[in-house]
């Protein structure tokens, strides 16, 4: 893990970049604890070392089924399911059932060779049950945010710089092409990439940007931290009430044509029973 030390730090986004209902504003200065934050996303190996050891069921394995990208499903997959009208995704995504964290892309899928990749398919129950068992915790929104923007707490829109393929060097997993139809995937990967995979940023972590979202601790709310109290300002940690939780970071499926998010300042969120072959995590602690 990297130790983050107590200070006080500008975290938030204003621009015409911004998802204005996404709540990316107002910048704003808060103040945090010293914490640690893993320097990588939870990989496949890691998650699989928690199952065999607690014998836990994810969100996916209870409900029968996961979400899974409309392009990481064979064709004939894709007829099948348009035939049948079983889809119950939206758009571009499909509820495939027997898909969980171990088979993502459901019956027939395997991880063996993916073991150093972000485990997927994970809820943010899921996450929090992880962490838990490994001495950790899930990070709040603000502790993700401020460990994303380096030692200088940089206002740059990526932990690297003003652009997103500084030198025309890819930095991160995000979608190259036509979204979403073809992935051209230039950056090396057309789904996950492996945990370590890209060049690592200053302060030492991996891949914040890109590759999967990550969940956080807090509830997600569009305006709550827009208001300055102690609760928004010192050590936020979220509204006390909402049935989302936010994540950070975008992910391999996110293309300016429709999803920006792999910007510092992008928020979302899902619900926290919510799995996708997108969704991930990396755990923090108190130091």
């Given at each position: 893990m990297i130790r983050i030390e107590a200070g006080k730090y500008s975290i938030g986004f204003e621009g015409p970049e911004a998802c204005e209902s996404d709540g990316e504003g107002p910048v704003r200065e808060i103040t945090l604890d010293s914490y640690c934050l893993d320097q990588t996303a939870v990989s496949n190996a890691q998650f699989a070392?928690?199952?065999?050891?607690?014998?836990?069921?994810?969100?996916?394995?209870?409900?029968?089924w996961a979400h899974v990208f409309i392009g990481q499903l064979s064709n004939s997959k894709q007829r099948k399911l348009r035939e049948s009208n079983t889809v119950r995704g939206l758009q571009w995504w499909y509820a495939i059932e027997g898909a969980y964290w171990r088979k993502p892309e459901g019956p027939g899928s395997t991880i063996k060779k993916r073991m150093d990749h972000p485990v997927v398919s994970v809820s943010?129950?899921?996450?929090?049950?992880?962490?838990?068992?490994?001495?950790?915790?899930?990070?709040?929104?603000?502790?993700?945010?401020?460990?994303a923007r380096g030692n200088n707490n940089s206002q740059n829109m990526y932990p690297w710089g003003t652009e997103l393929e500084p030198g025309g060097k890819h930095r991160c997993n995000v979608w190259q092409g036509d979204f979403p139809n073809k992935n051209s995937a230039n950056d090396g990967y057309r789904w996950t990439a492996p945990v370590k995979a890209y060049r690592k940023y200053d302060n030492g972590f991996?891949?914040?940007?890109?590759?999967?979202?990550?969940?956080?601790?807090?509830?997600?709310?569009?305006?709550?931290h827009a208001k300055e109290s102690e609760a928004t300002r010192m050590n936020p940690k979220?509204?006390?009430?909402?049935?989302?939780?936010?994540m950070k970071g975008g992910s391999f499926l996110c293309h300016h044509s429709y999803c920006n998010r792999y910007r510092l300042g992008a928020r979302t969120a899902n619900t926290p029973d919510s799995a996708a072959t997108n969704l991930g995590f990396r755990c923090a602690r108190d130091a």
């Open positions: 070392e928690f199952i065999e050891a607690t014998g836990f069921v994810t969100d996916s394995e209870t409900f029968g943010w129950n899921d996450a929090t049950a992880y962490a838990a068992w490994a001495g950790k915790r899930l990070p709040t929104e603000a502790e993700w945010e401020v460990a991996y891949n914040l940007v890109g590759n999967v979202w990550e969940w956080c601790a807090d509830r997600f709310h569009p305006t709550w979220g509204p006390a009430s909402g049935d989302s939780r936010v």
